[in-house]
């Protein structure tokens, strides 16, 4: 076992309720190593964590591993389908859409419109 398939089993053993479900395996090819992570469904929320935070933090700890081994490493955290669908009939039935991100992206209003706002009112603000 290589030592970045180590790291990743190690750190997500210690996080989870299952630990004997933890399975990595590893695959190389031209793009570099791609670490697929198999745990319980039922610590999926612990790997994954708040807004994806821990998920995050483990990717980045690991191409730091990978970074040390002249490796570019990747972590795909497997998700069963029955998981992926159950997921996104939540959002359905929220009343959102399937897409994770689907709110739209607000931009800054370009240079020339915003000289054309009023700003008189802010202004008078101003101390």
């Known amino acids: 076992m290589e030592k970045d398939q180590e790291f990743v089993e190690y750190v997500v053993k210690a996080l989870v309720n ?3 479900a933890v399975k990595a395996e590893r695959t190389v090819d031209e793009m570099g190593v791609l670490i697929t992570l198999h745990v319980d469904k039922e610590d999926m929320g612990y790997i994954i964590g708040r807004s994806g935070q821990t998920a995050r933090s483990l990717r980045t ?18 998700e069963p389908e029955e998981l992926r669908r159950a997921r996104q009939e939540q959002r359905e039935a929220a009343g959102g859409s399937s897409a994770p991100h689907s709110a739209p992206r607000q931009t800054a209003a370009p240079k020339d ?10 202004d008078d603000l101003r101390i």
Not at 61 to 78: D, P, Q, S
Not at 113 to 121: F, K, P, R, V, Y
Request: proline content about 3%.
């Open 18 to 20: 299952k630990p004997e």
């Open 61 to 78: 700890l690991l191409r730091i591993v990978g970074a040390k081994n002249n490796a570019r490493v990747n972590l795909k955290i497997y």
């Open 113 to 122: 419109e915003m000289e054309d706002i009023d700003t008189s009112a802010v």
